[in-house]
C-alpha cells in the first residue's frame, strides 16, 4: 500500500513538473485576434444610434459624463463579464502588443469565440431559466441544459429559436437538453407545476414579475390580472413529463381533452373552473396550429412583442455591467412607444440582427456607458448621483461569487487558464470554484441584484485557503514564476499589478513594495535597510499578492 | 415606513475624514455584564433540521394508531407528558411553554424551512429576511466586537438577511467549540504588519482615483469589522477551553452540545441572536430508532443549557425556542419512518418571559383521513414571531420599503399576550 502511495505521488509529482516545464519561459503569447471585423456584422450603424441617443440624453440632462475609460481597463471589464475573471498576464501582453486599429472590437469578436465565454454564459443564462435548485432526481439534468446552451452560444444561435425550444421541447431531458426547462417543474405528485412554468416564463422572456398574480390581481399594476396569470399557466396544461420525456397530452385517458382547471384556496377540487389558455395582449400573435406549448412559445418571441427583445436586452445588459438597465432585471415597465430607452434601441438592433446575444453583447460593449471611467468627474454626492442615473459614469459594482473565485484563480497564474491547460489546473480551478463560492455564499438566481459584503466573506478572503495558497511561491503558482522570471524587481511588481489589477502601480505603489523587496522597512528611511534571503522574498511576493487580491480595486467592477 | 437607501452624504463624510482605517480599538460591552430583567433580550433557535417528528418528542400518543413505539413520561409540568426520549428536559419543561399546535402549509424541506424562519410563505420574486435577520437588523450594538446573528452550524446554506441585505445573513460557524474558521491571519505579526500596509495603500489610492464614486465601496467595507473581530477578545465565546469539563460533559460532547454551550457563551459576550442547528431528523426510514439518536443528542443539551442559563441568571433575558420546519405524519410507512407533515407540529420556548409550565394546543391521536383538521388552539408561525420581537423590544408591525418597492411589515401578525408569563407586556413594551 505505501509503495503504491509512493507511486502515485511520484506520477502526481512528474505531472507537476511537466506542467511547470510548459508554463515556465516567456509570458508573450500567440493569441492573435481577427485582422479585420469583417467575420462579425457590422454593427457600427446601430452602436452609433444607440450613443446618439446617450450623447442626446446626457446633452437634455445636463449631465457631464465621465472621462473615457483606458482600454486596459477596459480588457478587465470583458473579460469580468464574458468570462467570470480577471485577464491573465498572457493575455495583457498580447493586448498590449496587439497595436492594429480597432483593438477592443477584435479582441471582442475573438473573446465570444471562447469557449470561457460559451460556458460561462451558459451558466448565468441557466440561473434565468431553472434557478440553482437541485430539482426532481434524474428527470432533471442541470449539466446537460448548461452544456446545451453553451453549444448555442459557440454557434451565435438566435435567442428566439432558443426560447422557443425551451418553452416546447419535447422528448428526453439527456437527448433534448432543453427539455429540462420544463421538467425542473415537476412536483413529488408527479404533476408539472403549471403556475411555477407560467411564472418563470414570463419573469425569463418576457421581463416581468406577475407570480403575485397567481392569488390575486397584482396590487400596484393594473395591467396584470389574476386571470392572465392563470391563462398563461393553461398553455402548460397539456405538458407531461414520462420516463419518455417531456411531451405533450391533448386527451387524458378516457379520451376527453385535457383541460387546465383552478381550484380556489381551501375549496374542494369539485369546485374546479375551467381555464382556457389565454395571454393578455395581442391574441392575434398566436398562431392556430401547433401544440400549446409551442403557440405559447410563437406568441412570446414573435417579431413584434417587444417585451422578449427588452427583456433580454435588460439581462444581457446586467451581465456586462454586473447592474441591469432597470433593476429588478426580471420586472421592467411596459415599452412605452413616446419614450424610446437604450432597451428600446438594443432590442430592434438585435431583432435586425439574427436575435443573437452576441449583437447584444457587442453594441453594449461599445456603448457610451461601457465606455466610460468609473471614476465621477463630479464633485458632489449630487453630481455622481446624476451621473450614475444617466449612465454617464461606469458602475462601481461588487464582483459576484464566481467572479471572485475565477479572478484570484486566474490572477494566481500567468497564463490564462482555458480548455487547453492541464486537466490537473483545470480540476483544481473546478474545484476551488465549487468549494468557494459554497462558503463564499452563492447569489443564486438573483446575482444581478446589489449585494452587500459581509464578514464572513471577507475573512474568507483574507484567511482562507483559496487566498493562501494561489499567492503561495511555490511549484506552478504565478507568483513563483514572476519571481523567477521577472529581470527586476520593478518588472515584478508590474507583472503582479497587471495580474491582478489589469494595470500598472502608480509611483507611490512601486515605491512602497519596491521597499519591501528591498528589506527597507520604512520608505523614507533608507538607512534602515536589511538585505532579504530568498525565503524573506518569496513571503514579500506572497504578501503583495495578498494585498492586491484583498483590494477594493480587485473586488470591485471599475 | 423606513426605506433601505443608505444616506450617501454621511458614507461620503466619512470618507474625506477617515479615508479607509481598519484598526479600530477594543471596546468593552457594559450590557453584557447585567443580569436578570436588566439585561437586553437575546434569543436562543435550536434548529431541528430535517422536520423533528413532534409524536416522538412533545407530542407523543402512546398506544395510540398514531403513536407508534413511543413511550411518555411525566413532567414538571402537571398534566404534561412527554416522549421518555426526553427524560432531562422531563425535568426542566417547568421553564417552558410546550406548543402543540403550530400550523404550515409548507411541507417541502426548503419551502418548510423558509416558511418557518420567516413567518412567510416562499415567494419566487422576494427573499424575507429571518427572525435572526429582524433582530441582528433592529438591535445595533456599537460595543459588539462579533456578529450580531451567529449561526452554530455544520452545513445547510446559511439564514439569511433576505431583502434586508448579505449584511445581515447569519454568520455560521462550521466546528461549534473549535473557533471559528478563517479568523487567525497565520502569519507573524510583523507580515500582517506588511500586508495591511499594502493594503491600506492600495485602499486609499483605489478611492482616491474614483473620487466620489467611492462612497459605493466605503458604504460595503467590511474589512474593518472583520479585522475587528480577529483582534477582539470577545471572540473567546467561541472557544471552550474555560468551561468546566462536567459542564462540557453535561451539555454532551457532541457538535450540538458544544454548539448550545457556545451559544450560551455568546449570548453572555453580548450577541442577541444565535441560532443552533442539529441535522438529522429527516426520517423517512426508522423514524424512531432516528428520534432515538437525535433525543440522546438533544435532551442533555437543551436541558443543560436551560439550567446553566437559569443557574447564570441570563434565563429571564433569553428566549429559547426549539423548532423545526415541520413536523412528521402521524402516519407511519411501510420503511418504519414517518413523511413530511406541516399540518400540525410542537416547538417549546422557554426564558425572556414566556409562560413557564403550560402547555398551548393539542392534537388528535387517531390517523387523519383527507386534509388535517385544525388543531386545538392554533399557534401561527407568525403570531409567535411577532410576540418574539416584541419581547426583543421590537415592534413587527414596523413596515419596511423592499428593494422593489413594496412595503412589507417584518411580520404579519400582532402578537399575542396568552404565550406570556405577563400579558401585560405586550402593552408595555
Known sequence: ?558 | MESLNLNRRHLLQGLTTAAVSFCLPAMSSRAAQRRGAERPRSLIVLWMNGGMSQLETWDPHPGTPSGGEVTDIATTTPGARISSLMPQMAEQLHECLLIRSLTSKEGDHEAGAAFVRTGYRPEPTLKYPTLGAIIAHELPQPDLQLPPYVVLTPRIPVPEGGYLGNAWNGFRVFEPGSGVSNLNAGVSDARQTRRLEGLDLLSRQFVQRQGVAAGDVLQQDTMGRALQMMKSEQRRAFQLEQEPAALQAAYGHTEFGRGCLVARRLVETGVRVVEVMLPGFDTHIANHEGHMTQCRILDPAMATLLSDLRQRDLLQSTIVLCISEFGRTPRINPAGGRDHWPGWFSCVVAGGGFRKAAVIGATPAELPTGEPPVPEQPVSIPELYATILTLMGIDGRKEIITPIGRPIRFVDAEPTGVLLTDPSLIKSI
Open chain 1, 1 to 558: 500500500m505505501v509503495r503504491l502511495a509512493h507511486l502515485f505521488s511520484l506520477t502526481v509529482l512528474a505531472l507537476l513538473v511537466t506542467v511547470a516545464l510548459r508554463s515556465a519561459g516567456s509570458v508573450t503569447s500567440s493569441l492573435r485576434p481577427p485582422d479585420n471585423l469583417t467575420e462579425f456584422p457590422d454593427l457600427s450603424q446601430p452602436v452609433a444610434r444607440l450613443n446618439t441617443w446617450f450623447q442626446n440624453r446626457w446633452q437634455d440632462e445636463q449631465v457631464v459624463p465621465a472621462g473615457p475609460v483606458d482600454e486596459l481597463t477596459l480588457f478587465r471589464r470583458l473579460s469580468l463579464a464574458l468570462f467570470g475573471a480577471v485577464p491573465s498576464l498572457e493575455e495583457i501582453r498580447a493586448f498590449e502588443q496587439d497595436q492594429q486599429p480597432n483593438r477592443p472590437q477584435r479582441w471582442l469578436t475573438m473573446m465570444l469565440k471562447d469557449s470561457r465565454f460559451s460556458n460561462y454564459f451558459a451558466d448565468r443564462l441557466a440561473r434565468s431559466l431553472v434557478g440553482v435548485e437541485q430539482g426532481p432526481f434524474i428527470i432533471f439534468r442541470r449539466d446537460r441544459l448548461r452544456d446545451w446552451l453553451a453549444e448555442q452560444l459557440q454557434q451565435d444561435a438566435s435567442w428566439s429559436q432558443m426560447t422557443r425550444e425551451l418553452i416546447a421541447a419535447e422528448g428526453l431531458w439527456t437527448d433534448r437538453p432543453a427539455a429540462n426547462f420544463i421538467t425542473i417543474a415537476r412536483m413529488e405528485n408527479e404533476e408539472l407545476d403549471e403556475n411555477k412554468l407560467a411564472g418563470r416564463t414570463v419573469r425569463t422572456f418576457l421581463g416581468q414579475r406577475m407570480d403575485c398574480a397567481q392569488c390575486h390581481d397584482h396590487p400596484f399594476d393594473e395591467h396584470w390580472k389574476q386571470r392572465d396569470f392563470e391563462g398563461l399557466a393553461a398553455w402548460y396544461c397539456q405538458a407531461d413529463v414520462s420516463l419518455a420525456g417531456v411531451s405533450d397530452s391533448p386527451l387524458d385517458k378516457q379520451r376527453q381533452p385535457v383541460v387546465y382547471q383552478v381550484t380556489p384556496p381551501g375549496r374542494e377540487t369539485d369546485d374546479a373552473r375551467v381555464v382556457p389558455p389565454s395571454v393578455p395582449f395581442h391574441q392575434e400573435w398566436v398562431p392556430e396550429s401547433g401544440s400549446l406549448r409551442q403557440r405559447l412559445a410563437n406568441w412570446i418571441t414573435h417579431p413584434e412583442n417587444q417585451r422578449f427583445e427588452r427583456a433580454i436586452a435588460n439581462r444581457i445588459w446586467g451581465l456586462m455591467f454586473g447592474r441591469p438597465w432597470h433593476t429588478p432585471v426580471d420586472d421592467l415597465p411596459h415599452p412605452d412607444p413616446d419614450a424610446e430607452d437604450a432597451l428600446d434601441i438594443l432590442g430592434q438592433e438585435f431583432r435586425q440582427h439574427g436575435e443573437r446575444l452576441s449583437v447584444l453583447i457587442f453594441m453594449i460593449a461599445m456603448s457610451e456607458p461601457f465606455q466610460r471611467s468609473s471614476a465621477s468627474s463630479g464633485e458632489s454626492d449630487g453630481d455622481y448621483r446624476r451621473q450614475a442615473e444617466a449612465w454617464a459614469v461606469f458602475p462601481l459594482v461588487r464582483l459576484r461569487p464566481e467572479q471572485v473565485i475565477g479572478s484570484l484563480f486566474q490572477a494566481g497564474r500567468i497564463r490564462r487558464v482555458h480548455q487547453d491547460s492541464h486537466p490537473l489546473i483545470r480540476l483544481q480551478k473546478l474545484t476551488f470554484e465549487n468549494d468557494f463560492v459554497q462558503e463564499y455564499g452563492d447569489a443564486g438566481e438573483d446575482e444581478l441584484t446589489p449585494q452587500a459584503g459581509t464578514i464572513s466573506q471577507t475573512l474568507l478572503k483574507m484567511n482562507g485557503r483559496f487566498s493562501r495558497e494561489l499567492s503561495k511561491v511555490d511549484l506552478l503558482t504565478g507568483p513563483s514564476e514572476i519571481l523567477n522570471l521577472s529581470p527586476d524587481d520593478r518588472s515584478l511588481i508590474d507583472n503582479a499589478f497587471l495580474m491582478c489589477l489589469t494595470r500598472r502601480p502608480s509611483a507611490d505603489e512601486q515605491n512602497v513594495f519596491l521597499n519591501q523587496l528591498q528589506g527597507m522597512h520604512h520608505p523614507h528611511n533608507s538607512t534602515d535597510v536589511a538585505p532579504l534571503t530568498n525565503q524573506q522574498r518569496a513571503e514579500v511576493v506572497e504578501d503583495l499578492f495578498w494585498a492586491l487580491f484583498n483590494s477594493p480595486e480587485f473586488a470591485w467592477n471599475h
